[in-house]
């Protein structure tokens, strides 16, 4: 808290504009709006540019800070587990998954505040140089028949698109500490330019309505690399790294919230969990 | 903190539930779906082997039920290893199933985790015979086709799983799929099916093939054949086909780059012969073309996906003009013909 | 009288004990000092032989004794420099004492822990003056200070603090040695034994100071800021504080070409990602993600382990086991049976373990990959840090697969992050970052730009040209 350095702070803006993309975020943007995702996501950056200015006047309210904190915290443990349930690990129960990642939050509120600061220093070199690697094995790989218009123009449906996307990407900065000082609009910009090359590639390698029926299209554009003809099939390396955006968003929300009611918070989220995955399970299999 | 330690070690103690054992994975390397008269699904997976002296060799396992997935389970019955589609290579699908079940194949595909992304498909009616040709030459079924479709010699269309969803999913596309046949002992891939409305309705042959792959930009290979008092063959290295809709008609531009690679007698210098020569092939492929696409819109199916232009729902009665351009390019080793004065 | 009975009582029953009398006008004067620490020819030159001049005899005696260095000392203080090898004279109540310490120690000798091609080859000795001499000879400037002090009850060593006054910090100065005042104990024998009472060892295993036995990598931690120290018969110096970078570069590396060593340290850095990586990598990918492995590779893995009972981890955990023995033994065993022990080793970890079904080939290969990356590190305390760190990852990454393996770098970067070594940061310039200090380290520029020392370290930035 006391000695954030100028990088520090610009890397986790930098992160924290893309872990809520995952899992509904993308599948939902692609449905809605599938050819006309460019405009869409550039109003949608306009606009997270002003809604940053205004929740610069709005982090002043602690109680605001606490209540976006609990729902972060909330739904990106759900959308995490859920993701690497599928992904990662099919046959483990959820439990188990979910456990681990909370030891891991409470493992580090008990460290000092600025510790994920300088974590997300470290973040942003490996997210950066993963991203290069990916890009770069992809690019010969678009095509550009992909790009036609194929869905229908609506303006409702792209302004309603463009408002999800910047909702998306800078509900996170209303939890930072000192948000209205160290802002620094570059960050964002780049962190949303980020995900627009995403979305590009998304679109021209899989095509509109392939893409519409994937879950996970971040993930699944990762099964078509192919380096040197060797390296195939490495798309659980390269997804590490929304696995590092998630946990930076959940480090930074947790440091909003006082040891204790963390403690308990987790508690309940844990029982809650595995009493709902077994009573209500049709409902969650109908979203997730 | 201590806290923290203990439950992290129970934790890491509670058991691997996805830990495979790498001796313990059956690698298939390919799938063949056939749909019988009895509604039932029958299935043959090929299952590559390792022996110590680094040959290979695979080995087939049959089985049938109502789904896919009791199929599978049947046929692994007697088998003691773990299945693992990961590096599946092609997918068999017969032309009855491929009336009949093709949504439920392609869904069965797509919603596993584990199953691979970069597999041929391609229609096969006698897969079990078709496959044990080739065990016999001892090879693995699955990588010779997969060689065999990346070969741009053939005019082959190389499907793949993420191509096949991206034109059954779009309504201006009807799918195309090559079919592999069995002809006097050996495999052969020269025909093709064109589907619609998710049925088969057409076979192609080996000249429509190449110029299907022509007018939607595969990569491969094409040579034309003009029999004039001499035989001359005129071949292809790079094309680009570009189509546009003006005034109610449909232009196809296709541009053939490539160079003459046999003569007959021929005197080069002469220019305006070679131009006749010109002439008479981009006549030739015309003919060839607009023939292809009368067919076409005779059997009201689009595999091209002509339709994204016109913004019809059918091909019905539509205008249509070709304009080829050949671009000859001058790559070979001698100035005159062998034989030519 | 009085102060000779009390010496004879105190030192009872020591045989090397002199005492030589000398007569001198109306009294005797005694000479007194102990024959196993002081040198027999120096009491001769500088104290019996100018007493016992006639032309000294009524002399007084400060004026006629030889010697650099004479002290009028209490009685409290007489054990102290007896043992220190000082010959005490007792004239009447007043009690001198001059330095006549025998050499004791070896010779400024090769570095052998540290060695270097192109470096100096001088190393500290057992003898704190010496080790302060061959400093002073490499800074001559009168800023450089230090501090001496007298650790431990019964051993009552000589600790000194060397600072550059303008340019370290004054409250690192003040803290280091308000903790130095703070130690009561019987005896200090070793900067290793120091080490341990100025670190907060509890919180982590990596090492916070460095230990070291070259000069020139002494002058250029003074040089940056750093804290310096010296206890005597000790040839290892404590370098305060130390970050991760510090022991992953040596400072030879000054010596040779910016492009050649840049080459050399990217090498190293990998080299410490690599020995805490590679066995949990190697069980995460082909237990859990056998495809991301090429076809024919996993076909030989899986020819391999055919014939192995055991599951990947326990033969790993197996591998390491052995590992550990033979480096431990390499170290223990004196130098003339070592080749015995080498081919032991050898035996059991080639053919032999591979033959009898007990490991497959390709883990012998990951584990020697980690050894050998792990021999790049010459300080002891980091070995025993990567090890620990590399049975976590090996947990985690068996029993959740790649999943376990990301958590287990959360978890280790969460620990390396929040360390502070005197309120200094860890991963000093990496995060925070610091780019002064990240070009004398982590990569290396031409000679000419290093201009300024890093803010983190000192507040005196710019160096002087």
Known sequence: MKKINNYEYNSTLFLLARPLFLGFGIYQIINQIGSFF????????????????????????????????????????????????????????KFIILAALLLVVIYSRNKNKDTIFKIANIFFIINI????????????QINYQNFELITKFSVLKIINSSVYFALLSTLPYLTLPNFKENYNYKAYLFSSIYTLILF????????????????????????????????????????????????????????????????ILLFTIFILYTIFITKFNILFVGIY | MKKIIILTIILLLTGCYN????????????????????????????????????????????????????????????????????????????????????????????????????????????????????????????????????????????????????????????????????????????????????EIIEHLNEKEISIYNILSNNLMDYYIHLELDNNIVFKTTHYNTKTNFKNNTLYIIPTLTGSYIEFENLNLNNSKELKRITEKINAKFNNEVEAFIDNLIKIESDPLGLKRYIKQKSLHKIKYRISTNIVLENKSLIFKSIGGK | MKNLKFIQNLFNDTPDLVIRTLKRKYQSIYVVYLESVASGDRVNSYIISPLTLPSNYKEKIEKS???????????????????????????????????????????????????????????????????????????????????????????????????????????????????????????????????????????NVFPAMKLSERPDTIVKSLLEGKVIILVDNSPFAIVLPSVLADFINPTVDDYSNSLNTNYLKVLRMCCFILTIITPAFYIATTTYNPE???????????????????????????????????????????????????????????????????????????????????????????????????YIFLFFAATLGLYGFSLAIIIMLLNLCSYKVFKLNYMFPISPFDFSYLKETLIKIKRKKLNTRSKYLTDNIRKQS
């Open chain 1, 38 to 93: 460019w405009i869409s996501i550039i109003l949608g950056i306009f606009l997270g540019l002003i809604i940053n200015e205004c929740s610069k006047f709005l982090s002043r309210f602690k109680a605001l800070k606490i209540v976006i904190s609990i729902i972060l915290l909330v739904y990106v443990f759900y959308t995490l587990t859920s993701a690497i349930s599928t992904l990662y690990l099919n046959k483990t129960p």
């Open chain 3, 292 to 390: 991301a492995i090429p076809g024919l590779l996993l076909m030989n893995i899986s020819t391999q382990r055919f014939g192995v009972p055991f599951p990947s981890i326990v033969e790993a955990l197996i591998m390491l086991f052995v590992c550990e023995l033979l480096r431990e033994s390499d170290v223990r065993f004196p130098n003339n049976y070592g080749s015995a022990v080498s081919i032991l080793g050898a035996l059991i970890l080639g053919e032999s373990a591979v033959a009898s079904g007990i490991v497959s080939p390709i883990m012998i290969i990951v584990i020697a990959l980690t050894f050998i990356t792990s021999l790049i590190f010459n300080e002891v305390e980091i070995n025993g840090a990567v090890r620990s760190w590399r």
């Open chain 2, 19 to 198: 830990y495979k054992e790498v001796s313990d994975l059956a690698f298939i390397s390919s799938f063949s779906i056939d749909y019988t008269n009895n509604n039932e699904f029958n299935i043959i997976l090929e299952i590559k082997e390792n022996n110590k002296d680094n040959l290979f060799s695979s080995y087939l396992l049959e089985g049938y039920g109502k789904t896919i997935e009791a199929a599978i389970q049947n046929a692994s019955l007697s088998f003691n290893k773990n299945l693992y589609f990961i590096n599946l290579d092609i997918l068999l699908i017969s032309s009855n199933a491929a009336n009949l079940k093709l949504n439920n194949i392609l869904d069965y595909v797509t919603r596993d985790n584990n199953f691979a992304l970069d597999f041929n498909i391609a229609i096969c009616d006698d897969s079990k015979g078709a496959i044990e040709n080739i065990l016999k030459k001892e090879e693995i079924f699955g990588r010779y086709i997969n060689t065999l479709f990346k070969n741009t010699d053939n005019n082959v269309i190389n499907i793949k799983l993420n191509d096949l969803l991206n034109s059954y999913l779009n309504h201006y596309y009807d799918i195309i799929l090559p079919i592999i046949n069995l002809k006097d002992n050996t495999i052969i891939i020269d025909e093709a099916v064109i589907f619609k409305n998710n």
């Open chain 1, 200 to 263: 590009t590639l998304i679109v021209g390698i899989l095509g509109i309505p392939v893409a519409s029926i994937y879950k996970y299209p971040e993930y699944i554009i990762f099964k078509k690399i192919s380096i040197l003809n060797i390296f195939e099939n490495v798309q659980n390396f390269l997804f590490i790294s929304w696995i590092f955006e998630c946990f930076i968003l959940l480090g930074i929300t947790s440091n909003n919230l006082s040891k204790k009611t963390l403690l």
């Open chain 3, 65 to 203: 004794l030889a010697g650099p260095n004479l002290k009028i000392i209490t009685i409290k203080e007489i054990e102290l420099y007896l043992c220190s090898g000082f010959a005490i004279i007792l004239d009447g109540k007043k009690l001198y004492a001059i330095e006549t310490k025998a050499d004791l120690d070896r010779g400024i000798d090769d570095a052998k822990v540290e060695p270097a091609i192109y470096g100096p080859k001088d190393s500290f000795v057992e003898n704190i003056q010496k080790n302060i001499g061959l400093i002073k000879k490499r800074i001559k400037s009168g800023h450089l200070k230090t501090e001496n002090k007298l650790l431990g009850r019964y051993s009552k060593t000589v600790v000194s603090v060397l600072y550059i006054d303008n340019i370290t910090k004054k409250e690192l100065i003040s803290e280091i040695l308000t903790k130095l005042n703070n130690i009561d104990i019987d005896s200090i024998n070793t900067s290793g034994e120091l080490k341990q009472f100025l670190s907060n060892e509890n919180k």
């Open chain 1, 129 to 140: 140089t993963l991203f290069f690697i990916m890009t770069f094995s992809l690019l010969s």
